[in-house]
């Protein structure tokens, strides 16, 4: 099992910026895959960006350009810089370890959210 435990998040004027952590019990370059979802009031969790353990990101195309993902290579922390809110960013952020265990058995482990709040 992996344990996932999220900060940063907070209240802050559009066009500011913020930026998230997510601390992991299991070291980061042992997950396949570490991801960033969101969800809105009234609307679906979605994916805002995701990094491979070899390093490969992909963003949503609402935030490509805005927001970056990093991993600490050698500890148990990816973090998610985001730069230029909009009001339309805010939303609870939950942090995702998506990967496999000895067994070739697929996982996913969730946090417990941190709430971004944009405000206009």
């Known amino acids: 099992q992996v344990k996932l435990v999220e900060s940063g998040g907070g209240l802050v004027q559009a066009g500011g910026s913020l930026r998230l952590s997510c601390t992991t019990s299991k070291s980061i370059s042992s997950i396949n895959k570490m991801n960033w979802y969101r969800q809105a009031p009234g609307k679906q969790r979605e994916l805002v960006a995701g990094v491979t353990w070899n390093g490969i990101a992909n963003f949503a195309d609402s935030v490509q350009g805005r927001f970056t993902i990093s991993k600490d290579d050698g500890g148990n922390t990816v973090y998610l810089q985001m730069y230029g809110l909009k009001a339309e960013d805010t939303g609870v952020y939950y942090c995702?370890?998506?990967?496999?265990?000895?067994?070739?058995?697929?996982?996913?482990?969730w946090g417990q959210g941190t709430q971004v709040t944009v405000s206009s």
């Open positions: 995702n370890a998506h990967g496999f265990d000895g067994q070739w058995n697929e996982y996913d482990y």
